[in-house]
């Protein structure tokens, strides 16, 4: 799985858009980027996942440069629910026994009011 | 949907004391996991399953045993509980195919004394 590299945090303004960046510049063609999040003391939580293009869902937006080196998710209006450590996560869909996520240290994400 | 359950939340054991943590999903998925977390080392896997009566180990396996007998039930077991198993473990499963959303538990934290 391809490596990836993150901020060890960040703050954002509770209702102000959180922009986190990634960068996977040894990304592979058939590599994935997910975004998994972890509040304080609970298990972590899917958020997104793309490939080539731009995806957004109810809860973000991810944008992947068109070179796919590096990405960043986009929570549009971050609430003080949102502070996280949020993770990106390189990896292929390549069927199979695909067991395992690699968490790295992630971005720790303070909302603040 | 309960999503997956891990009882119990909380534990302390004795040195060389044993004791099995249970996880539980109700999504009908196949594939099941084990990871430990420690402070600054990320998510580590444990064991994996990808069905009933299949399991596997991951990355740090020693001093734990799992068996699935059920799609729905994967229990971890510690047979003699070490210091060095004092952690936060967490359960997580997910579907067939292609699908990369892992679902996590809320997690076990274990003290070993």
């Known amino acids: 799985d391809a490596k990836t590299t993150q901020p060890t945090s960040m703050d954002c303004a509770e209702g102000r858009a959180a922009n986190l960046p990634c960068n996977h510049s040894?990304?592979?063609?058939?590599?994935?980027v997910y975004w998994y999040r972890q509040i304080h003391s609970q298990g972590p939580q899917y958020i997104i996942h793309?490939?080539?293009n731009n995806e957004t869902n109810e809860m973000a937006s991810l944008i992947i440069t068109e070179d796919r080196k590096s990405s960043t998710l986009i929570l549009p209006h971050a609430t003080l629910r949102d502070t996280a450590v949020y993770y990106c996560?390189?990896?292929?869909?390549?069927?199979?026994?695909?067991?395992?996520?690699?968490f790295g240290k992630g971005t720790l994400l303070t909302v603040n009011p | 949907n309960a999503g997956v359950t891990q009882t119990p939340k909380f534990q302390v054991l004795k040195t060389g004391q044993s004791m099995t943590l249970q996880c539980a999903q109700d999504?009908?998925?196949?594939?099941m996991s084990w990871y430990r977390q420690d402070p600054g080392m990320g998510l580590r896997l444990i064991h994996y399953?990808?069905?009933?009566?299949?399991?596997d180990q991951g990355e740090v396996p020693n001093g734990y045993n799992v068996s699935r007998s059920t799609t729905e039930d994967f229990p971890l077991r510690l047979l003699s509980a070490a210091p060095s198993q004092t952690s936060v473990y967490f359960c997580?499963?997910?579907?067939?195919?292609?699908?990369?959303?892992?679902?996590f538990g809320p997690g076990t934290r274990l003290t070993v004394t």
């Open positions: 997580a499963s997910r579907g067939a195919g292609f699908v990369y959303e892992q679902y």
């Open positions: 999504m009908n998925h196949e594939y």
């Open positions: 399953s990808v069905g009933a009566g299949i399991t």
């Open positions: 996560i390189v990896r292929a869909n390549s069927g199979g026994s695909n067991y395992k996520l690699t």
């Open positions: 040894t990304i592979s063609g058939n590599e994935y």
């Open positions: 793309g490939l080539k």
